[in-house]
Structure formats: C-alpha cells, structure tokens
C-alpha cells in the first residue's frame, strides 16, 4: 500500500484544525496528505491582497491568553502538542476592551487580561450582582479542563441562577458569544465555560504580523514534520465502500487513498461529499437555508436529538468592514480599546438577523491597540463585524452585491462610531486610505462553510464520527470554535482517532 | 544502559514536550505528576516519544509504570537492554 497516491491520513482543509491535526500526525511518524482547494492556507483565517495591501480575513484577536509561566491551560497545550515554542507565535497582549451596552453606550463594561478588571468594574457598576458573578466564575474554574463533564443545559438558565439583571447577562454572553457560539441566542453551559475562560479568564493576544505568522509557524512544523501540503486541490467527492471512505476524488478528477480521513470542512460539507447514492442521498449543499442541519443528523447518528436541533437554531454568518487609515487609531481620538463588542437594544438578540445586516450589535476591533512592545503597525486599522443574513447576500446580482457591500461598510462603521470617541465625518474620510467588506457570500466562496456559516452548524459531533468508520470531523463541526479552538480540536481528534488507538494495539 | 542513562533519555522527552517546565531540581523518586504539569495528552506523548525515538512499546496497561523516573527506569532499563540485545 505504499503508492504515491496512498497516504495514512488524508486530511481534507489546510485551516487551523487541519494543520494542527497534520502536524500531529507527521510529527508521529504518518504520511499525511492535507488537501486544500483554496489557494491560500488559513480558512477562515486567512489573508487575501487588494491593491498590493495584505489585508487579514480573521484574526482580531487569539483569546486564550496567559503570561509566561501560567501553566496547564489551552494555550499552554496546543504549544505542547504542536511543539511550538512559546515565543515563536510572538504573542502581544491587548491593551483594554470593553462591552457597552445602550443607545448612547450607557452601561460599559472594561476588561483586560487582568480578570480583577472585570470584577471591580461589576463590582462598581453592578454592586448587587458581583456576588453572583464572583461564584459564576468559581463555577467556570471548578470545571477545570473537564469541560466535557459539564452538564448539556442552556447557559442562559444556569446564569440566570447567579445574577437577576438582564442586563449583565446580555454584558456576559455577547462577547462569549460573538467570539464562539455556533448558537443562537443561548450557548451550552460547556461552550460558555469555555468562553468565559478563553476571555475574561484568560485573554487576547496577537502577533504584530497577524494571522499570516500563525499560519506560517504552523506551516513550517508540518513541512518539517514530513506532511505534504496539496493547495488548489479540493476534494470532489468520498467514495464509500463497505462503511467506509474508501478513496477521495480529487477536483481534477485523480483519485487518492488513505487510512484515515479527516475533515474540517463542516458536517453537512462533508455528508455532501459522500456518495450520494448512500448516506440517505442527502442534497444537504442545495437545501434551503436553515434546513441544512436538519437532514444530516440520522445519517451522523447525533446525539443532539432533532427537537433540540430544532430549537438551536439557524448557522450564523457574519460581514466585516476593514478601514485602513493613515494614522493610529489612538492618534485619531479612539483610545486604546482593543475590542469593543457593543448593543443598542434593550436585549442583545444574537441571532440571524430579519435584515441583510445587524446593525445593533456587532464587535469593533483596532488592532493597532496591542501591547507591541514599542513597534506599531504601520497603518491603523478599524474592523467591525456585525450579524448577517446570508440569504439576503448569496442570490444578488453583481452590480447589486457591490453596491450593498459599499452601503454596509458605510452604515456599519457609522453603527460602531457611536461606542468610539468622536470623530468627525470629513477626519475619517480624509483619513482612511482603504476599505473592503467580506459577506456571508464571501466565506462560503472562500471556505466552502454552508451558509457562510463562521462558527459551523449549531448542533455540534464532539466525538467526530461520522456514519463512515475511517471518517473523523475536526474544525467547526466538531465544536471547539476559534482560532485556539480550531487547533485544539484538529490535535484532540488526531489523537483520538488516530494516534492512541495506534499505542493501544501496541 | 544503566537507570540513570534511562532517566536522561526520559528527561530529555519530557523536556522537549513539555519545554516551559523546570526540570533541574526533579526529584526520581515522587510522581511525575506531583512535580509537574502534565496531563493525560503528555503522557501519551511520552509513550508515543519512546515509540518514536527509541522502538520501546507501552502498552496502555503499563502507563501507571510510568510515574515517577525511578519507576520508568526500573521498568523501561530492560526494555532498553532487550533492544539492545537485539541489534
Ligand atoms: C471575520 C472572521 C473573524 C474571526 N475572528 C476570530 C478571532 O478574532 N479570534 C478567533 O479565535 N477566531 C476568529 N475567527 C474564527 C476562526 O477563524 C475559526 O474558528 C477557525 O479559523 C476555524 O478553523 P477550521 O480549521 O475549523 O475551519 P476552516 O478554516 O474553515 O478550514 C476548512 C478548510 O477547508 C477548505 N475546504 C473546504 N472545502 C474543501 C474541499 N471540498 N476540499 C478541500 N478543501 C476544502 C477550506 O478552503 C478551508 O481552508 C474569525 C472568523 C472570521 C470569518
């Protein structure tokens, strides 16, 4: 079996999850192929080039941050598993972010990765609640690494048993949530577990390069590792034989072989992969929006039963609108926040939105407000994500899309000025060198996720089987969400699926 | 190989999986666990390492001879020995 075209794991997306699992198994001796259809490695986060500008699609910030010599905590992990030396992601840590909340940003909440920040700030602002946060966040640590013993309820109820007023809990969940949650409008109490120590616990950190250092460092261990790397090299089609992913039909129509495959392209993307004479012919990649999880779930044999599916509803996408300007944004009168997540409503309603864009909610990012210890980006930069209906984006005609994308990056930047000091109109025009804004129809081009879909479906395969024995999930779908998220899971299913049955049968 | 040669060869694994630990003042005789950070995953990656490196197989069963170095040496030197022998 040791054709060119035979691998033992074959691993079908060079994002984050893929590259973390391929490192794993190189690392360990596998002859791993990871196959990629895009251009660029990175997936969801990656980088693109306009007008000779290097812009980054992801990456506002990597959470999960300790300082040095804090130990056993995920960050701490993926160096280990991937032996990445600490200093080789260059991590710089954030400045200060903050949460607001109300139409003229009445309630603010400030946070750094300092977690005392955060409390004294409840402390001021909601001296009857800070009790509750204070055993909320003793709850959170008690679970340790056992995230998988925390019970599957909705997080919404059990905060609601530590703090009476809606307003700190939509303060608490919008940031976890727009920084991982797959769900609308509720999280499982595993995921905010996970969130609320990936951000409050921990912290944000990035490289001054960005997400392109992160994508390089992970390159290189796989190339030195031994892994191969195919790029413009998309999967077509699983061809299953007795229960299992017997060959993978490349889109050139070459046919490979591996032992084991794993894929991070998403649930339903993957089922949609398979023969379609088996698996229950599911047209997953062509249902109607909001159906897409639906009819996978007998085939994936899901633990989730379909009521709850039916309950956590819809995939979520997201548009982001990137300004460059010609100054730092503090130079500007913006301060130093890192990430602003902001909400105008009486309730922040995370969920897909009725109009083609979210403008009451969203997060600001202005990377220039790292810790770079002395260097600075050299042009500043101001992100801002909001909610989306990919519906509304996907069907448009050219000229339409161009049109609408250029009426969003003007109303959402104006939505997010309202939580940022004052500047006027004619400085930011005068200022800003560049914009862009990618849509929901951007990601699934780019990425090939359903529905343009950022956090995968909402209901999640935490073990990774899938109806074919020799087939894993890692990545979205798998349910560890982010960019530390994403690693953790490609390493964990590698593990799991791969390696220590290996050991096992030593 | 004598258990000390042994007890290098394990610290040197453990160094480089685990490369943010100390590991100058590691006491032989108390559980590895006690004394360090390590998790399930790492010490898979011990076993894998020794797999790797070394051609010696710990089977699931033996991961508790594994606790502290002096427990690895006794039960990893004639395992050593034996490959050596072998070659
Ligand atoms: C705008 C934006 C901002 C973000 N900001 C942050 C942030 O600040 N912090 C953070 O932690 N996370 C952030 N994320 C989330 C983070 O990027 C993702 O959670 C993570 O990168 C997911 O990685 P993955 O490996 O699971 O999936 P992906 O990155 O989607 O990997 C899947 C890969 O498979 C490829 N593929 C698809 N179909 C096929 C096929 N048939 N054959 C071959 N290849 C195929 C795709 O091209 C892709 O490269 C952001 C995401 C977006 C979109």
Redesign the pocket.
């Known amino acids: 079996m040791s054709s060119p075209s035979h691998y033992d794991v074959a691993i ?7 590259l973390a699992a391929g490192i794993r198994l190189a690392h360990f001796g596998r002859r791993v192929c990871i ?4 251009s660029k490695l ?4 990656s980088f693109y080039r306009l007008d000779g500008r290097k812009f980054d ?7 999960n941050f300790v300082p040095e010599g804090v130990r056993g905590t995920p960050l701490g992990k993926l160096l280990r598993q991937l032996r990445i030396e600490r200093g080789e992601f260059a991590l710089c840590p954030q400045k200060q972010s903050r949460v607001v909340f109300g139409s003229t940003g009445k309630t603010e909440l400030r946070f750094t990765n300092d977690f005392s920040v955060l409390e004294a700030e409840i402390a001021a602002k909601f001296p009857a609640q800070i009790d509750g946060f204070r055993r909320l966040a003793d709850l959170v640590r008690s679970y340790g690494d056992r995230v998988f013993d925390v019970p599957q309820v909705s997080a919404r109820q059990v905060v609601r048993e530590y703090f009476s007023d809606p307003l700190l809990e939509d303060m608490m969940f919008c940031p976890l949530m727009y ?1 991982g949650s797959a769900r609308e409008r509720d999280m499982d109490l595993s995921q905010f577990v996970i969130m609320f120590r990936a951000l409050f616990l921990e912290g944000f950190a990035r490289p001054l390069e960005g997400v392109r250092l992160v994508i390089r460092v992970l390159l290189e261990k796989y190339q030195a590792a031994g892994g191969e790397c195919r790029m413009r090299c ?2 077509a089609r699983i061809v299953e034989r007795e229960g299992r992913a017997a060959a993978l039909v490349l889109d050139g129509g070459a046919e490979i072989t591996a032992d084991h495959v794993i894929s ?2 998403g649930a339903a ?1 993957t089922l949609a ?1 398979c023969d379609p004479m088996v698996g229950g012919g599911l047209a997953v990649a062509s249902a109607p929006s909001g159906m897409g999880i639906l009819p996978m779930s007998a085939a994936l044999g899901q633990r989730h039963g379909q009521d709850a599916r039916a309950t956590i509803g819809r995939r979520l996408s ?1 548009v ?1 609108s990137i300004r460059v300007l010609k100054h730092q944004p503090g130079e500007l009168g913006w301060g130093s926040d890192t990430i602003v997540f902001f909400n105008d409503s009486d309730r922040f309603d995370y969920a897909r939105p009725a109009q083609q864009v979210d403008l009451r909610s969203g997060v600001i990012c202005l990377p220039n407000n790292f810790d770079f210890g002395g260097a600075e980006l050299p042009e500043g930069w101001l992100r801002v ?1 909001c909610l989306a209906d990919y519906d509304q984006w996907i069907g448009l005609p050219e000229e339409r899309y161009r049109a609408d994308k250029l009426r969003w990056l003007d109303e959402s930047t104006r939505s997010a000025r309202r939580f940022l000091p004052e500047i006027s109109d004619a400085t930011l025009a005068a200022e800003t060198i560049a914009t862009d804004l990618f849509t929901p129809r951007t ?1 699934t081009r ?4 359903l529905e343009g879909a ?2 995968g479906a909402p209901g999640k395969t935490p073990d990774g089987r899938t109806h074919l024995k020799n087939l894993y999930l890692c ?2 779908d798998q349910g560890l ?6 690693m953790l ?1 490609g390493i964990s299913m590698a593990n799991q699926h791969i390696l220590q049955p290996e050991i096992r049968g030593a | 190989m004598t258990k000390d040669d042994c007890k290098k060869l394990v610290t040197e694994i453990i160094a480089d999986i685990a490369p943010d630990e100390d590991l100058s003042n590691l006491k032989p005789d108390v559980r590895l666990r006690d004394q360090l950070q390590l998790d399930s995953m790492d010490f898979l990656d011990i076993v894998m390492e020794l797999r790797k490196r070394h051609g010696i197989e710990v089977p699931e069963a033996d991961y508790i001879q594994l606790a502290s170095l002096e427990s690895c040496a006794e039960y990893l030197t004639p395992k050593f020995n034996a490959l050596e022998g072998k070659r």
């Open positions: 079908i997306g060079a994002g984050m999850s893929g196959l990629e259809r895009h990175g997936g969801l986060n699609v992801g990456l506002h910030a990597m959470t920084y998309g999967v991070s392209i993307e992969l997201f982001e994500t990601i780019f990425t090939g996720h950022v956090y990545g979205t969400l982010g960019i530390v998220g994403a899971s």
